[in-house]
């Protein structure tokens, strides 16, 4: 069985809450510059449209009430933060296929605050070494 780098971080990740050993964002230190990204860390202080990248760590697709489309809630998390992001079903409909576990997402949209509970609105996601 070949060892999976990505794997093995994300369990070190899921297990202590961090990361110890490495972090794969490290590396695209400048694709993180071009895109000009927000560590999640930072992004409570943000006004409107943003752009941040994370490593997908989990997801969960749901029918929408109010027109029964599929939309997503996914946990992404970079090397200082871990934040949920809310993909709608107009966004969803465009990227859905992105959405999978470990991949490493460019996501722009805005920080939003509602009872206490950070989340992400996307409004566009790509592949972040699309």
């Known amino acids: 069985m ?3 780098p990505l794997t093995n971080l994300n369990y070190e990740y899921e297990e202590l809450g961090i990361m110890l050993s490495d972090n ?10 071009k895109f000009k990204v927000v560590s999640i860390a930072d992004i409570t202080s943000s006004i409107g449209y943003i752009n941040i990248a994370g490593i997908v760590s989990t ?12 939309m997503a809630f996914m946990k992404v998390f970079d090397e200082d933060g ?6 709608f ?14 991949n490493i997402l460019l996501i722009n949209g805005r920080y939003d605050q509602k009872e206490d509970k950070d989340s992400f609105i996307a409004n566009e996601i790509k592949l972040l070494e699309e």
Not at 82 to 87: A, C, H, L, P, S
């Open 2 to 4: 070949k060892d999976d």
């Open 24 to 33: 794969p964002l490290r590396y695209k230190k400048d694709l993180l510059d």
């Open 59 to 70: 997801i969960k697709v749901i029918k929408s009430k109010k027109n029964n489309t599929s």
């Open 82 to 87: 871990e934040i949920e992001v809310i993909v």
């Open 89 to 102: 079903a107009k966004v969803y409909e465009r990227v859905f296929s992105l959405l999978e576990k470990n």
